[in-house]
């Protein structure tokens, strides 16, 4: 059974940082690209970053303008895990996160939601003074 399962999201003051968790299970991590997404209440999701999978070997990592310089992603196909280490968050970061994967060769990240296969529950981050 393919499952996402996303951790970290917290309550953080503006400037703080958080540490999203994306862990996979039932494929292995390495053929697939995971992207991470966010939504806020009644706006449309929005894909923030991508890292590509290991086959492709690339490396690609993909950013929104809006977190470029703020946000990492990275993934330990070991532990079948990803991350996004966010740092000097703002309020307009508030957001359910959520990780999604695809199977994925290609030489770049996958762009849209609709690109990506298998979703997690979502985690909330909440920035706020």
């Known amino acids: 059974q393919v499952q996402l399962v996303e951790s970290g999201g917290d309550v953080v003051q503006p400037g703080g940082s958080l540490r999203l968790s994306c862990a996979a299970s039932?494929?292995?991590?390495?053929?697939?690209?995971i992207g991470w997404f966010r939504q806020i209440p009644g706006k449309e999701r929005e894909g923030i970053s991508c890292?590509?999978?290991?086959?492709?070997?690339?490396?690609?990592?993909y950013y929104v303008e809006s977190v470029r310089g703020r946000f990492t992603i990275s993934r330990d196909d070991a532990k079948n895990t990803v991350y996004l280490q966010m740092n000097s968050l703002k309020p307009e970061d508030t957001a359910v996160y959520y990780c999604a994967a695809v199977k994925w060769g290609g030489t770049y990240c996958p762009v849209g939601g609709a690109m990506f296969d298998y979703w997690g529950q979502g985690t909330q981050v909440t920035v706020s003074s």
């Open positions: 890292i590509n999978s290991r086959i492709s070997r690339t490396g690609d990592t």
């Open positions: 039932g494929f292995a991590l390495d053929s697939y690209s």
